[in-house]
């Protein structure tokens, strides 16, 4: 029941592709891109697929499927995170390291873009198996990812002890004197593997700072503004923990499980306990009611962030929508026909790229810790993060003015010109 119900909440990811496609060919027009440079972002550098067996508990034999795209490294190694899911496929990867292009560029990242992960529902096994499937797949990728080549992260379903796996598995690939030297094979590891202070909030911590500034920006307080959070794992759970930290009400949750909501306001803590002692669902909570999926995001709010899976706001339900302000947490949440329907209704939206980029942000700063040896505290990290994020919301801010565009669209102009600008100043090979 729980995977045909994420299928069901997850629209065909053609769309996904499409929309990505949509919104470059937009920005492109925009900033008049090079034709040339065009044809080579239209496309990925690399896609690969892997089928793998994994030895289950019980003695069988299971076959995965896996996936890795690399779309672009004009700026650097590529970069972007692994998940696991269900209803994972290549056009939903495609896009998904798409989006990291752009989004690793806008936040003036040494970074290109990548994506990936296994078709697979982790709930269905055990950690042994989860494990095994993991090296496996790991050690199937072999040199296709590497420190200076191309860095994956956590995603859905994947966290620190996946990352701390695929690490060791890397550099058990390794000689006794390489492995020192492949440490930040990956990003989103565990405290004592190597691991960021504060990693694990550094997404929907940045979230919350780009609610913030828009705020600011409107001359808007957070005080008692009430907001709604798709999705409650690791970037819903830390951007609600900082709204409700600055005044703010959540007044709606939902999961892959249901939907609750509390007029009065839920407490974030309250309801994380909840649901960790209720397998990760939010259902039952006992301080809010359950409400129908189909009448989530018409909950009375003046923020709603959807922080789960791509393509969550259409056009069948963006009419519903109530709040002044769309902070995506998640990649890809609204479909271009939705974003036009709630533009002409003077409805804001903070672009994914720029949004939800605090976990990449956090995530070069691991990098850079690994690669020199270095140790950072984690006072010291969020200011670091708060002042990346800031610049390019600035930067966001600046272009949408001067040329009188949507966040998104200046985000995509920004983004797309820093590409073109490396693509002129070195050419392209032969």
Request: aromatic content about 8%; charged content about 25%; glycine content about 10%.
């Amino acid at each position: 029941m729980l995977t045909q119900e994420l299928k069901k909440k997850e629209q065909p990811k053609q769309g996904m592709l499409e929309n990505v496609m949509k919104q470059f060919n937009s920005a492109s027009e925009m900033v008049g891109l090079n034709k040339n440079i065009k044809k080579i972002l239209s496309v990925t550098n690399n896609e690969l697929i892997i089928h793998f067996p994994v030895r289950m508990d019980n003695g069988d034999v299971e076959i995965f499927k896996g996936y890795r795209v690399q779309h672009n490294n004009a700026l650097g190694p590529y970069k972007g995170g692994l998940r696991y899911h269900p209803t994972i496929d290549i056009d939903a990867v495609k896009a998904l390291a798409m989006w990291m292009t752009w989004k690793t560029s806008l936040a003036g990242l040494p970074y290109g873009g990548a994506k990936g992960g296994i078709q697979i529902d982790p709930k269905k096994y055990s950690t042994a198996e989860l494990e095994r499937i993991t090296r496996r797949f790991a050690y199937a990728l072999g040199d296709n990812i590497g420190p200076e080549h191309d860095i994956p992260a956590p995603d859905v379903n994947t966290n620190a002890q996946t990352m701390a796996w695929i690490a060791d598995t890397y550099m058990s690939t390794k000689t006794p004197s390489e492995r020192s030297k492949n440490q930040h094979v990956v990003t989103g590891k565990p405290i004592g593997s190597g691991g960021l202070e504060g990693r694990d909030r550094a997404t929907g911590f940045g979230v919350y700072l780009t609610i913030k500034y828009w705020a600011e920006h409107k001359n808007i307080s957070l005080k008692d503004k009430t907001f709604i959070v798709q999705g409650f794992g690791n970037v819903g759970y830390w951007a609600a923990h900082f709204l409700e930290q600055d005044g703010a009400k959540l007044v709606g949750v939902q999961d892959a499980y249901g939907s609750i909501s509390n007029a009065q306001g839920i407490t974030v803590e309250e309801l994380l306990n909840y649901s960790k002692a209720n397998q990760g669902s939010i259902v039952g909570y006992s301080g809010a009611s359950n409400i129908d999926k189909a009448d989530f995001f018409g909950l009375d709010c003046d923020i709603c962030v959807p922080a789960a899976l791509g393509n969550q706001i259409t056009k069948e339900n963006a009419s519903k929508i109530k709040a002044f302000l769309i902070a995506e947490g998640a990649n890809g949440p609204t479909t271009v026909e939705a974003e036009k329907l709630l533009l002409d209704r003077g409805i804001e939206i903070i672009p994914d790229i720029l949004c939800n980029s605090g976990g990449v942000i956090g995530s070069y700063f691991e990098w850079l810790q690994n690669r020199n040896g270095e140790l950072w505290e984690l006072d010291e990290i969020l200011i670091k993060l708060d002042k990346k994020l800031k610049e390019a919301f600035k930067k966001v801010l600046q272009t949408a003015t001067a040329r009188n565009l949507d966040m998104r669209s200046a985000a995509y102009v920004i983004a797309i010109e820093r590409i073109e600008k490396a693509y002129v100043q070195r050419g392209i090979f032969p």
